[in-house]
T-cell receptor, first 110, second 115 residues
């Protein structure tokens, strides 16, 4: 069965530092991949989606994700963290339905 | 923009009560979903529907049922609420019944507490 693993339930960075949130999926066939963000007391908002053929996907708020088929990874990055990036981030894989990772809470310190 | 509206942000119910969580979307999406979100467990799919009157069990359907009488409305029903159903419930909808490659649109969630 398809699964999604997010490495690290909590990640802390300083404002201005690189953000790296890790996601690995298990599938022999590249699925559709997504990153969602959830701000406190809100629903999930689509951050970016992977489309076939791309290796780097750009999303909203300066985030991007790199797809590596050989590593079955879809890590999320942002060159410079902002305080407003503090939220929970979910990686998701779509096969016949959308399957989520367990989430990574990002804290940004001044 | 697609809007998915969940009728309540916060609910407190008593053990044994029948609970209805309502979800309405306004973009004529075929697909609708109910997830529950718990710390450390991410989002888990309870039920989904690809058409009116149609429903499919997700990964954790026990203790829940759903109703989809109209395309825009998808209701989650807790037949007899229990404390282990205290959680955040998220409704979502999407286009493209074959491959939902556009991503799901989520409501703001209902935080249910069963006492």
């Amino acid at each position: 069965a398809q699964s999604v693993t997010q490495l690290g339930s909590h990640v802390s960075v300083s404002e201005g530092a690189l953000v790296l949130l890790r996601c690995n999926y298990s599938s022999s066939v590249p699925p559709y991949l997504f990153w969602y963000v959830q701000y406190p007391n809100q629903g999930l908002q689509l951050l970016l989606k992977y489309t076939t053929g791309a290796t780097l996907v750009k999303g909203i708020n300066g985030f991007e994700a790199g797809f590596k088929k050989s590593e079955t990874s879809f890590h999320l990055t942002k060159p410079s963290a902002h305080m407003s990036d503090a939220a929970e981030y979910f990686c998701a894989v779509l096969t016949d339905k959308l399957i989520f990772g367990t989430g990574t809470r990002l804290q940004v310190f001044p | 923009d697609v809007k998915v509206t969940q009728s309540s942000r916060y609910l407190v119910k008593r053990t044994g009560e029948k609970v209805f969580l309502e979800c309405v979307q306004d973009m004529d999406h075929e697909n609708m979903f109910w997830y529950r979100q718990d710390p450390g467990l991410g989002l888990r799919l309870i039920y989904f529907s690809y058409d009116v009157k149609m429903k499919e069990k997700g990964d954790i359907p026990e203790g829940y049922s759903v109703s989809r009488e109209k395309k825009e409305r998808f209701s989650l029903i807790l037949e007899s609420a229990s404390t282990n159903q205290t959680s955040m419930y998220l409704c979502a909808s999407s286009l493209d019944p074959d491959r939902d490659r556009y991503g799901y649109t989520f409501g703001s969630g209902t935080r249910l507490t069963v006492v």
